[in-house]
């Protein structure tokens, strides 16, 4: 059992890239899948599936991108923990890298980007930044 599967999901992103690994095999959630659709929107990854049919065996499956071999995903800094949780009003919406980076944000429309949190003019709990 994971007690955060969303740090479980962007670790395993992140040691496959550091491993030189093409796709990576995560554990299905739907705040999983809220992210990697993201990702992908954000060309952090190249594409995603989800497999498999009953609940206890759904997974997703990630493709992961190379620039130069190197991972287009070099960090990722998880925000908000399951003992201490970080929420940010809309004016105070950390940018990443110069916009080069995303902030995912759990908000009462779902889980956004930095982008799209404020082109609706939503705050909510800093999940993570990613860059």
Not at 8 to 22: F, M, S, T, W
């Amino acid at each position: 059992m994971v007690t955060d599967p969303i740090a479980d999901l962007l670790v395993r992103i992140k040691n496959a890239n550091a491993a030189g690994k093409k796709n990576v095999i995560v554990s299905f959630s739907k705040a999983g899948e809220t992210i990697v659709k993201i990702l992908k929107e954000e060309n952090f990854i190249s594409s995603y599936e989800v497999k498999g049919d009953m609940p206890a065996e759904k997974c997703i499956v990630v493709d992961l991108i190379y620039r130069r071999k190197l991972p287009v995903i070099a960090n990722f800094v998880k925000i908000s923990k399951p003992g201490r949780r970080i929420y940010s009003k809309l004016k105070e919406i950390p940018i990443v890298r110069y916009g080069k980076g995303v902030t995912l944000i759990s908000t009462s429309k779902g889980i956004l980007s930095n982008k799209k949190a404020i082109k609706y003019g939503l705050g909510g709990e800093v999940i993570c930044q990613l860059w």
